[in-house]
């Protein structure tokens, strides 16, 4: 049976439009004029034990809303979502302590006390036995390394300091599902590094089942076996990383380094049935083009052909560019239609 | 039992040391409400130094330092912040992150302030309650101290406090319909202070409006413990008016229960 199960999941927010400027204001006041807006349609998947879905979409594609009735925070309009076969909004109390949950931009942490205190009333909350709980804070430690500052009010972290805390205090019940929501926003490269590292061994040792949304597109190439994209409340993509570049991304990219920076300009790829797009900087030549129409050692024949070539690096097709071709694409159709 | 005290136990921890990190805010907040005492204590004496009876409505001039002083003490004692908290919760979304731990969310708050009053009444008692006595003891024809009296004020006064408590809490359900409490929450209070008996006390009122009043929960909030202490309340009367508190206590619990269960099918958490 799939840890989370999600079946034609919907929710509709009823959305005041207000006519701009003041008047406008003023008519909303007195009359206003409600628009239904899904902001979540029709989404059915599952997600087996183990795995690590990542969850993306642009600002307002309705992640956030998924999440929240996954988490049980939120009723959703229709359809329903089943995770570790409970319910999220039948049975709150019982459901919640299956589950951790990071928002990025909130804390679950007492504000004004030592950041210990938060884990000792979290023991307790969940009835961690005593063992247990040291068992869980050495491994935590380890993994988040929380001592420096595990002494210090929550209000005088730093950001990536508190962050850390937060998945420390997500995981402290040892949850069949832990759900994040933008874990590493705002954070530095070395802070968002050790955040991975946590995630990816925590699920490697305790078989957590983790749902993953982010902007950072290398927190899912690292992390991810499954990416589920949305646009606009609806499925765009389920698939693997692999698939998604099968699918997607033919753009691939071939770098070389010239001996002599003048070459550049020597390039010329016209002979090719296709476009080619060449960037320089400095010694640097990229050639970007679609691999399913010319292919990588074409392209280096022809290069290695027209000039001296010191170094040459063949790049996999970069995710992020391939969802911003996704979303474009997704954009373009929807301008069509309206 | 012991496992639900373990459980709530370091919401009182937690609710003592935040009163301690923020002791200054509540020291100020104080010093402001005594202001106010004495602001009305100097109104009262003026009304009393001008009337030609040495009583008005059957409350001499030391009775009502006494009603003034202890409703003003009884106030700060059975004051219940909940709405204000669970209102701006709603307004920023973090309520979300007290729904997603496996706890009752009224105990939840209940004993974060519980934290919160051992802290504040351990400040206020010795100097205020303390003053209080002294003035029975000390003042020109001032009520003697009754030890009966004064311990059905605490009785009263808990009962009170639980009643706000849960008042309050139903009130700040609404701010999951309403999404800000702002405005209802000032509207709520003007209503409170003014039939609670905190500003005038209810004796004073026309007798309609008092049998109207008496009867109201906000009476059971302030009103009856401060005249339990006065010892304004006959035998059978104190029992009745015991039995009213707790009725009302009852029913503001049960109330808290059924707009809860609808409530939380309505929520949708604000901010991304």
Sequence with gaps: MAMIEVSHLQKNFKK?????????????????????????????????????????????????????????????????????GKIPQEDRKNYVKDIGVVFGQRTQLWWDLPLQETYSVLKEIY????KEFHKRMDFLNEILDLNEFITSPVRTLSLGQRMRADIAASL???????????????????????????IAQINHEEKTTIVLTTHDLDDIELLCNRIFMIDRGSEVFDGTIKELKGQFGRIREVEFELVDSNDGAKLDYSTLPVPVEIRQTGNTVV????????SVPNILKLTLAQVEVKDISVKDADIEEIVRQIFRKEAQEHEQLS | MSSYLRRYRPFIVAGIEEATVYRSNFIIYLLGNTLGAFVT?????????????????????????????????????????SSTSVGDEVKDGSIAMRILKPINFAANYFYEEIGNKI??????????????????????????VNWINILLYFISAIIA??????????????????????????????????????????????????????????????????????????????????????????????????????????????GG
């Design chain 1, 16 to 84: 005041t439009t207000k006519a701009p400027g003041l008047i406008g204001a003023f008519q909303s006041l007195i009359h206003p004029q409600y628009q239904t807006f899904e902001a979540v349609k029709d989404l059915s998947f599952e997600v087996p034990q183990g795995e690590i879905l990542g969850f993306i979409g642009a600002n307002g594609a309705g992640k956030s809303t998924t999440i929240k009735m996954l988490t049980g925070i939120l009723a959703p309009t229709s359809g329903f979502c089943r995770i570790n």
């Design chain 1, 127 to 130: 009835d961690v036995p005593e």
């Design chain 1, 172 to 198: 402290l019940h040892n949850p069949k599902v832990l759900f994040l929501d933008e874990p590493t926003i705002g954070l530095d490269v070395s802070v968002k590094d050790n955040i991975r590292k946590a």
């Design chain 1, 287 to 294: 050639a970007k083009f679609d691999d399913s129409l010319v």
């Design chain 2, 41 to 81: 204590y100097f109104l009262w004496k003026a009304v009393f130094t001008s009337s030609a009876n040495s009583s008005l409505n059957g409350f001499t001039f030391p009775e009502m330092v006494l009603y003034i002083f202890l409703s003003f003490f009884t106030g700060v004692l059975t004051s219940s912040d």
């Design chain 2, 119 to 144: 802290i504040n009444l351990g400040l206020l008692m010795l100097p205020f309650f303390g003053g209080i006595v002294a003035y029975q003891i000390l003042g020109q024809n001032a009520p003697a």
């Design chain 2, 161 to 270: 406090y639980l009643i706000n408590f849960y008042f309050n809490l139903c009130f700040s359900f609404t701010a999951f319909f309403f999404r800000n409490l702002w405005g209802s929450n000032l509207l709520k209070n003007a209503l409170v202070v003014f039939m609670s008996g905190t500003l005038v006390p209810l004796a004073f009122f026309p007798a309609v409006l008092q049998n109207i009043f008496k009867f109201l929960p906000f009476s059971s909030l302030l009103y009856t413990p401060v005249m339990m202490y006065l010892g304004k309340y006959s035998p059978k009367m104190i029992v009745s008016m015991l039995f009213l508190q707790i009725f009302w206590l009852v029913f503001f619990i049960v109330l808290s229960k059924i707009i809860w269960y609808f409530a939380i099918k309505h929520l949708s958490i604000q």
